[in-house]
């Protein structure tokens, strides 16, 4: 057990007669005073060895009464709360252990675990399982019973360690008295958690306590309190706290807290050794890093998860009928280009700057990945990354599993790349992630002699073994497929021998392109890519140009409603994404292509989009490769065009980040729109021009291009269209509401 979420049941009312406090202390009081106030404990019984303690707490009411016995407190007591420093507890445990009932629940607030595990097994016997170990993840600098808070632990977390002996009862109830507090309650096993609690907490104060402690012997002490700093404030402000107790976390904890120490302390004279060195690459990839976990850190910190769109409050889109488009804009970076420049960047000698990089969640998580296998990466900052190459052999083995969010990319080409290395990796990702398939990349790779395993139907999380000698394959894709494509193009970097990939049909060939930019050498005939080792990735500036996959909401959203007329700026033409323009037109589309030209090996252009009346068209099955991540907005060009629209083709749909033949059928439905689904498509029957959606409620089924979709259908609606759990739209398009309200759409995010 690492760390476990505590199910609370509902059902189970807490009443407790009568508590125990055992030192009046700042968690202590603060827990009984949210107790208290739950009126969920008829009596409360206090000990202190303070004598003014015990007066003022009785005097506030935080206790009914008091005694100068500590085994007359805790007779008769349902729960025994120990609020005492960890080295104490022992002793408290000797003196009451006579006094208790054979039905009482003990437990304490230590921030340290083991050793008071250890003091239970001696004084209370092997066998004693009434004993919760506890820690409240919170506190103040003010301590005493004056500072009591009942508001101290809500939406803080609480680490529960029970043990093989723990009896379930006993849990339950400290538990359910956790959680009316307002805490979250976690599991964890008692080593983890002093593991944890030595690096996270108990180090920070150490080093706090050693810094003051240093420059206040320094003779120049008095100007560097003078003048010091926000920075010193807020790093030095934990060692005001207590230092008896902290005193007794450092003895009970010593041996996790000498660990945590040891390591800070190589890390910190590798650190010297930079700065002496005037190393700046090395002192950017520090704090860059640096800088991104405590980000990431805030994030959790502010009840969100390692990308925004994992928060705990949902996003709904309320879009209301009618509006039109106009105006010139550019939509955000192109996000599979995004992706393989930080891949390709990191791989190549050198330092590439990129340009107009997408600071979507899903590139951000490729970008992470990188900096935790030891790439030094700049930014993102509006759009620039600078990515400082360590070669091809140059990624190192990262400290835990790869996250990669969303991005089912990401986890298909790492995989190339992982399969290669010289050291294990595991990638996981969030719950939509684990859903998709990944045997469409592991077999083949397997094939190529990968050793990797899966959960359950190839998903993920995916454990790569290193240190596999890889052999060049022929393979010839079941299924058109870029991502797979890319995936054995990459590890086809490192096999002995020849690589070839063969394509059913066209699929995005940024990968090919932007090795060919990095001057690897790599060789398209047709349908057949061929790739062989050997080669190296230089340094280069990549520009990406904006989403076509982006785009695509804005051009058919302009092409549906009256009067519209709107120019996108610097798309991506890419000849293998351009089936979105190829559809649109043979349905009727305006779309008028200009300015253009190619930028770091990628055709670009400005696009004009005018309202037009669209009809319905059998899709052109070629054409599908060339736009399957535009469908979903294809589909709702459909539903206002005139007459039927026949997609065949696109099995390829039903496994993205969600089925979205079924999502998108599902929805039309829902908005009074003809559609069913077929197995590898869907039939839409158009209202026309004199025809609209009706207005209802739709599911995104976390889905950021569903998401889109239905709102842009708002433009034809008759009433107003909610648009259910929409914060993944972040993954590939970050203020994609405040861009679609700007240029004319009425939608706006609202959260629950």
Request: charged share 25%; with cysteine.
């Amino acid at each position: 057990m690492s760390s476990v979420k505590k199910t609370h049941n509902k059902s189970r009312k807490l009443n407790i007669p009568k508590i125990a406090i055992i030192g009046l202390g700042l968690i202590g009081c603060s827990w009984v005073k949210a107790l208290k106030r739950a009126r969920c404990v008829e009596h409360v019984a206090g000990f202190d060895r303070n004598i003014d303690s015990m007066e003022q707490a009785l005097e506030v009411g935080l206790i009914d009464d008091y005694s100068l016995e500590i085994t007359d407190v805790v007779r008769d007591a349902d729960l025994v709360i120990i609020s005492v420093p960890i080295l104490a507890v022992g002793d408290v445990l000797q003196q009451i252990k006579n006094s208790i009932s054979d039905s009482a629940v003990l437990t304490d607030v230590g921030s340290v675990k083991g050793n008071i595990a250890k003091a239970v097994t001696e004084v209370l016997g092997e066998d004693f399982d009434r004993f919760v170990l506890g820690h409240p993840i919170a506190g103040s600098e003010r301590s005493g019973v004056a500072a009591a808070d009942e508001k101290l632990f809500k939406n803080h977390k609480i680490i529960l360690t029970p043990e093989k002996r723990t009896c379930e009862r006993a849990l339950d109830l400290v538990s359910d008295a956790w959680e009316i507090t307002g805490g979250k309650v976690e599991l964890m096993t008692v080593q983890h958690h002093d593991e944890v609690l030595a690096s996270t907490s108990h180090l920070p104060h150490l080093l706090a306590y050693s810094l003051v402690d240093t420059l206040a012997n320094d003779q120049e002490n008095n100007d560097i309190f003078n003048y010091a700093a926000g920075g010193f404030r807020d790093f030095t402000r934990i060692a005001s706290s207590s230092p008896i107790m902290w005193r007794d976390i450092f003895v009970g904890n010593k041996d996790e807290v000498l660990k945590a120490l040891d390591l800070f302390t190589a890390d910190l004279q590798k650190l010297r050794e930079i700065v002496a060195n005037e190393d700046k690459t090395q002192m950017m990839g520090t704090f860059t890093r640096a800088k991104a976990a405590r980000d990431h850190f805030t994030k959790i910190l502010a009840r969100r998860a390692y990308v925004d769109s994992m928060t705990s409050q949902i996003v709904n889109y309320v879009a209301k009928p009618g509006g039109k488009l106009t105006g010139e804009f550019r939509v955000p970076g192109d996000k599979s280009i995004s992706h393989r420049s930080i891949m390709l960047g990191s791989l190549a000698e050198g330092t590439t700057e990129v340009t107009g990089f997408l600071e979507g969640e899903d590139s951000l998580a490729t970008l992470q990945t990188f900096r935790d296998m030891g790439v030094v990466i700049e930014g993102p900052h509006r759009g620039r990354v600078t990515v400082h190459g360590v070669g091809l052999h140059g990624l190192k083995m990262p400290p835990n599993s790869l996250y990669l969010g969303n991005s089912g990319t990401s986890m298909r080409l790492l995989s190339g790349l992982m399969a290669a290395q010289s050291f294990d990796v595991e990638m996981s990702g969030d719950e939509s992630l684990t859903k998709r398939p990944m045997n469409r990349v592991a077999d083949p790779l397997r094939l190529m002699g990968a050793v990797i395993e899966s959960a359950e139907n190839g998903r993920p999380p995916l454990r790569i073994k290193g240190g596999q000698p890889l052999k060049g394959i022929h393979y010839e894709l079941p299924m058109a497929s870029a991502q797979v494509k890319s995936c054995l193009i990459l590890a086809g970097l490192y096999a002995e021998g020849e690589t070839t990939v063969i394509e059913p049909a066209p699929t995005r060939d940024h990968t090919e392109r932007m090795l060919k930019g990095f001057g690897y050498p790599i060789e398209v005939d047709g349908p057949k890519v061929t790739v062989r080792p050997g080669g190296k990735l230089t340094a280069t500036a990549i520009d990406v140009p904006s989403d076509i996959s982006s785009a695509a909401f804005f051009m058919v959203a302009a092409s549906i409603a009256k009067d519209s007329d709107i120019t996108l700026q610097h798309v991506g033409i890419n000849p293998t994404r351009v089936g979105i323009i190829n559809i649109l037109r043979d349905m009727g589309a305006n779309i008028e292509m200009f300015n253009q030209k190619e930028v770091g090996g990628e055709p670009v252009a400005d696009l004009r989009i005018r309202s037009a009346q669209l009809k319905g068209i059998q899709i052109p099955e070629d054409q599908v490769p060339l736009a399957i991540d535009e469908f979903p907005a294809i589909f709702i060009a459909a539903a206002c065009a005139e007459g039927t629209t026949v997609l065949t083709g696109a099995e390829e749909l039903r496994v993205k980040e969600s089925d979205r033949i079924q999502a998108m059928v599902d929805g039309l439905q829902i908005l009074g729109v003809d559609a069913v689904g077929t197995e590898d498509g869907a039939i839409i029957k158009g209202f026309g021009s004199e025809g609209s959606f009706n207005g209802g409620e739709v599911e995104s089924v976390d889905d950021h291009r569903i998401a889109m979709s239905f709102t842009i259908a708002s433009l034809r609606a008759n009433a107003p269209i909610l648009v259910k759990d929409c914060a993944n739209v972040a993954t590939s398009f970050p203020g994609f509401v405040e861009l679609a309200s700007g240029c004319g759409i009425n939608v706006t995010a609202e959260t629950e």
